[in-house]
């Protein structure tokens, strides 16, 4: 997949948090983005899963198997999390997964408590 941002911009009331991003993300490699707290690492990613809206710019997600995904069709494909994301306390892990995979199809190899095995949760899980 490959990932474009198009001068890509944020502002919260009169106050942008960045602003004219053009970057492209390309399948498989890594990225890390660094800046202190409040800088908006959390906001662009945010933006880039679907999750926020940009207040200026464009993203395109191209695939090998659809040449652009839509904005409200990209959870099928990104997932996201970042510290202080909330989790539903109420549920125990095999009800949150079942949440979870409710959106987001589970890779063809994996089940529920496949994951939880992996994880190594499989005894303390509820």
Request: hydrophobic share 40%; proline share 4%.
């Amino acid at each position: 997949m490959e990932i474009i941002l198009e001068h890509i911009s944020k502002r919260f009331q009169k106050h942008w948090i960045f602003k004219d991003i053009n970057y492209n993300f390309i399948t498989p490699n890594t990225y890390a983005l660094l800046g202190p707290n409040g800088c908006g690492k959390s906001t662009l990613l945010r933006i880039i899963a679907g999750m926020q809206n940009a207040s200026q710019g464009k993203i395109q997600f191209i695939s090998k198997n659809i040449e652009k995904i839509p904005i409200n069709e990209i959870y099928k494909s990104l997932s996201f999390t970042a510290p202080g994301q909330e989790i539903i306390e109420e549920l125990t892990l095999r009800e949150f997964l079942t949440f979870h995979y409710s959106f987001k199809k589970m890779m063809p190899e994996l089940n529920i408590e496949k994951i939880i095995e992996l994880i190594g949760l499989g005894s303390n899980s509820e």
